[in-house]
């Protein structure tokens, strides 16, 4: 069976590496339950020219038409949705992915807080002993941020910051993009062909 993510945008830069993540994910087949924050919105116009609706049928609506061709599903859901699956540990997803992580969301679910579905969702996949991959977009770190993350990483929780590597010669920004989306993508053993791996040889898929 096809695994179930929940991805949320939050409010960092770099939204980027959460649309690729999301299309990769749609893309291997995955069921995809997208949450997104009232900052994500601002972020996605700033740095993408994005327009995400504030309603979550429209936000699907976009995705789907624009991933048309992809085998995944997908569902969105409002940050008050309360009555959406990832909001209870009688129905979680089996893995969740927070990209880009802004602090003021890692700080809440570091404290165990869940005002709203983002953060009750991550709440609930900790809970559940499920894998959840944060993928903070900051710098520098200050040292409340640095405790947040050790307090998470010490719950289970996978803290992936969006550092790329260049050992494989990137040749533009989507390069760089897929370096992260890639290293997100092993956290959750879905398969990609983002890049070749170190030590084997052949093209980027």
């Not at 994500?40 to 991933?67: G, N, T, W």
């Not at 900051?138 to 993350?149: G, K, R, V, W, Y």
């Not at 590597?165 to 997100?184: C, K, L, N, T, W």
Request: hydrophobic residues 45%.
């Amino acid at each position: 069976m096809s695994k179930t993510v929940c991805l949320a945008f939050t409010g960092a830069s770099g939204l980027p590496y959460g649309v690729r993540l999301l299309e990769c994910l749609l893309a291997a087949g995955c069921r995809v339950q997208l949450l997104y924050s009232q900052a994500a919105q601002i972020v996605a116009k700033q740095e993408m020219d994005l327009e995400l609706p504030s309603r979550p049928q429209e936000v699907a609506a976009y995705f789907r038409q624009h991933h048309a061709d992809l085998p995944g599903r997908l569902e969105v859901y409002g940050r008050e949705e309360w009555f959406a699956p990832v909001a209870s540990g009688s129905n979680p997803p089996d893995a969740m992915v927070v990209c880009p992580c802004s602090m003021g969301t890692l700080a809440a679910i570091a404290q165990g807080l869940s005002d709203n579905l983002i953060e009750r969702a991550a709440d609930v996949v900790l809970k559940e002993r499920r894998p959840l991959v944060l993928v903070p977009r900051e710098t520098p770190f200050s040292a409340i941020h640095l405790e947040n993350m050790l307090r998470l990483s010490r719950a289970g929780a996978v803290i992936l910051p969006p550092n790329p590597g260049f050992y494989h010669h990137p040749q533009s920004v989507q390069e760089i993009v897929d370096f992260v989306v890639a290293r997100i993508l092993d956290q959750l053993a879905v398969p990609h062909r983002l890049m070749a791996r170190w030590g084997e040889a052949g093209e980027e898929g």
